[in-house]
């Protein structure tokens, strides 16, 4: 977990017996005990509390979809609405703009 050699704990607890004194450091190590303990136990039921609420949405009904050929199938091709020729043809004008036959 955290990567400590033999020498880095003797070095911790040196400096733990010296800052608390022998009287106090049993009852740290408990403390420290019981926190750690109480540590995994969170994260023991938060693992399986996320664990359970994973499979229960993931373990719905699978209802499987139409084959893509059969949907394509199915369904219809879109209106491509008016004809429309491109801007230099005449015969497209004409129609667009029909001679003015009105005399008035």
């Known amino acids: ?28 190590g408990r403390q420290v005990g019981r926190a750690v303990r109480e540590f995994r ?13 994973l499979d229960g949405h993931l373990a719905g009904p699978v209802v499987p979809g139409p084959a893509p050929a059969a949907a394509a ?3 219809p091709a ?9 801007p230099g043809d005449a015969a497209a004008k004409s129609e667009r703009n029909p001679p003015d036959t009105h005399q008035g």
């Open 78 to 86: 879109p209106d491509p609405g008016p004809e429309v020729s491109p």
């Open 1 to 28: 977990m955290f990567n400590l050699g033999p020498l880095e704990l003797v070095a911790i607890f040196v400096v733990a017996l010296l800052v608390f004194g022998p009287e106090k450091l049993p009852e740290i």
């Open 41 to 53: 136990r969170f994260q023991s039921t938060f693992q399986s509390d996320l664990g359970d609420a």
């Open 73 to 75: 199938e199915a369904t």
